[in-house]
């Protein structure tokens, strides 16, 4: 339990670091920040906390962006949707 809440801090941080990148973002490709948010949970989050937080990213990633024209065709915005889907399938599995 301690190890947790040593750990939570820097999570904290990463989440915090990840919406300032996505809000700050001003680039051509407002998809990217998201994208590479997403990365950044996948590549330093433990598989326990990736769970819990992943779902929800995915989620707004995949709503802000579901009337945008540019990304309609867009295969990195179709993974985040499938993503999404493998994450409520994973959900499934281990609520039943």
């Not at 994208?35 to 990736?50: A, D, F, N």
């Not at 179709?78 to 994973?90: C, G, I, M, P, T």
Request: hydrophobic content about 35%; some cysteine; aromatic content about 10%.
């Amino acid at each position: 339990m301690a190890e947790t809440s040593a750990a939570q801090p820097h999570h904290g941080d990463l989440f915090s670091s990840v919406i300032s990148d996505i809000r700050t973002y001003a680039g051509d490709d407002p998809l990217l920040p998201w994208l590479r948010g997403i990365r950044r949970m996948k590549e330093r989050l433990p598989p326990r906390v990736l769970e819990e937080k992943l779902p929800r990213l995915l989620q707004k990633c995949a709503e802000k962006f579901r009337s945008d024209r540019r990304y309609r065709k867009d295969l990195r915005y179709l993974r985040v949707w499938l993503q999404l889907w493998y994450q409520s399938l994973e959900t499934l599995r281990v609520n039943t």
